[in-house]
Nanobody, 124 residues
Framework: RVTLVESGGGSVQVGDSLRLSCAAT????????WAWFRQGPGKRREGIAA????????YYTTSAKGRFTISRDHAKNTLYLQMNNLKPDDSAMYYC?????????????????WGLGTQVTISS
């Protein structure tokens, strides 16, 4: 397990950018799969971006591709999600997650550690 704390959410306008951060501490074993999920009002939690540190592979859902970028600073043990050209449908609680031996990188069930989330609200 690991403790994950998200930050960087807020209320912005359509077309603006935000960068979310997820600080990881208290590792009990190595983790190599990191992801961002989100859950909008009345919706299921969905995976939007994932990173496998073994080979640097990244994975994005269709709605995130081309607008969002996932990255990780190994020295700081921090995961990031750069979000550009934000839209009202991007409004949600955003969660970071970590796991090991992940096969399906955007599937919620694959991850064992979760943060409490940071709220993102996009207004038009």
């Amino acid at each position: 397990r690991v403790t994950l704390v998200e930050s960087g959410g807020g209320s912005v306008q359509v077309g603006d950018s935000l960068r979310l951060s997820c600080a990881a501490t208290q590792f009990t074993y190595p983790l190599n799969s990191w992801a961002w999920f989100r859950q909008g009002p009345g919706k299921r939690r969905e995976g939007i971006a994932a990173l496998y540190t073994g080979d640097g592979s990244t994975y994005y859902t269709t709605s995130a591709k081309g607008r969002f970028t996932i990255s990780r600073d190994h020295a700081k043990n921090t995961l990031y999600l750069q979000m550009n050209n934000l839209k009202p449908d991007d409004s949600a609680m955003y969660y970071c997650a970590a796991g090991r031996y992940v096969a399906e990188h955007l599937e919620e069930r694959e991850y064992t550690s979760w943060g409490l989330g940071t709220q993102v609200t996009i207004s038009s």
